[in-house]
């Protein structure tokens, strides 16, 4: 009589349980951990912004350094390279002061940066100190704040 190897039922079983165990436990960290890669993307588009309004501050002074409502931040100053699916956008009222001071956002546009929902933003906001340099402080405005960086 021929000896059967094999698996038992039983053993199948018990695999695919840890198997889906697993899966029910990873996929809700590899999600969170997607948001949050594509939120650091925000952050990093708005690098180019920040280095245009920090030169121009050095150059020029603070007052003229105030931050278009297009990419190309401030004035004429080249626009920054920004990733598809992201809007960029300045404001601020003057001088860089606490008071007035530069303010930065980038904006998920569309679907193309899933799993962000569209209009979830970053934004940094610029005051220059009196040594001259602008300081940014940034903060996320989405929807949920766990797949926030901590990005200054």
Do not use: H
């Amino acid at each position: 009589m021929k000896r059967q190897s094999g698996f038992t039922l039983i053993e199948l079983m018990i695999v695919v349980a840890i198997v889906a165990i697993l899966a029910a436990i990873a996929l809700p960290a590899y999600q969170n951990y997607t948001k949050k890669a594509k939120m650091t993307q925000l952050v990093s588009d708005l690098g180019g912004a920040k280095l245009a309004v920090e030169v121009c501050v050095q150059s020029d002074g603070a007052p003229s350094c105030i931050p278009g409502t297009t990419p190309g931040i401030p004035g004429a100053a080249p626009s920054p390279a920004v990733s598809t699916g992201v809007a960029i956008t300045g404001s601020g009222g003057g001088n860089g002061t606490a008071a007035t001071p530069f303010v930065l956002t980038a904006t998920v546009k569309d679907t193309s940066l899933k799993p962000l929902p569209a209009n979830d933003y970053y934004q940094f906001t610029g005051t220059v100190q009196t040594s001259g340099q602008v300081t940014w402080v940034g903060r996320c405005i989405s929807t949920a704040s766990t797949y926030c960086p901590e990005a200054n």
